[in-house]
Structures are given as structure tokens and as C-alpha cells.
């Protein structure tokens, strides 16, 4: 039983996005990577990922791959979206010699990111 007078909190919260994504990454496909193999990386793909686009306008963009524990800075290539299409993107990577360092196998966190330009929506 409730007593007079006593007050329940509620709340009520909706977000809006004016700006969805219009690129979706998709079917990550990677092998294993060796050390002693890590200047072949830059050159020879150790996997594909799909990258769809989900507008219905042509994008052009730039795909970035991270390994922030063996290359220094990411390895990035032109990315080429029909309107609605994909494609289809090697993975490759330009590793550091500290690759080198690491002495056993062990699982490596890696960042995939499709960036693009969008239009502006400019609310007076």
C-alpha cells in the first residue's frame, strides 16, 4: 500500500540520430599472424573484411586497420562504396619490428574503422 502523499521516480529518455551510419563493417575473416612473418603483412593479407554501404548514395572513405600492440600506426587504404553495395577489403598491415618481442601466442585486440564524409545538417 502506497501512503499519501509518497512519490515514485520515473523518467523518460528517447534519443535521436540525425546522422546514422551509413557504412556497416561486416564478415571479418583474419588468419593468424606470425612474427617472423611480420614485414609479409604489408603486402600479403592475413584476412578480408566486407564494408557495406547502407545509403543509397555513392561514399568514398578511407578503411583503417589497428593493432596498437604490433604496428605502430594503422594501415589505411581507399574505400570505394557503391550506393547500397560492398566491398570486399584485404586486410593488411604494416607490423613493427617490436612484433619481434612477442615470445608467445596470445590473442591481440585489433580496430577495424570506415570513415567517411556525411552531409552537414545545420539547425538555426
Do not use: C, W
Not at 546522422?19 to 583474419?30: K, M, T
Not at 593468424?32 to 568514398?60: M, Q
Not at 581507399?78 to 608467445?104: C, F, M, W, Y
Amino acid at each position: 500500500m502506497t501512503a499519501v502523499g509518497q512519490r515514485h521516480p520515473t523518467g523518460l529518455s528517447l534519443a535521436f540520430n540525425f546522422n546514422p551510419a551509413q557504412v556497416r563493417i561486416e564478415d571479418v575473416d583474419s588468419e593468424e599472424i606470425f612474427a617472423s612473418f611480420y614485414k609479409t603483412y604489408a603486402h600479403e593479407p592475413f584476412g578480408t573484411v566486407t564494408v557495406r554501404n547502407l545509403s543509397d548514395k555513392y561514399l568514398e572513405g578511407r578503411f583503417a586497420i589497428e593493432i596498437p600492440e604490433l604496428a605502430e600506426q594503422p594501415t589505411e587504404v581507399d574505400l570505394h562504396l557503391p550506393r547500397g553495395g560492398t566491398e570486399r577489403i584485404s586486410l593488411l598491415a604494416n607490423l613493427s619490428p617490436k612484433s619481434l618481442q612477442v615470445r608467445e601466442s596470445s590473442q591481440k585486440p585489433m580496430t577495424l574503422t570506415a570513415s567517411y564524409t556525411s552531409g552537414v545538417l545545420l539547425l538555426l
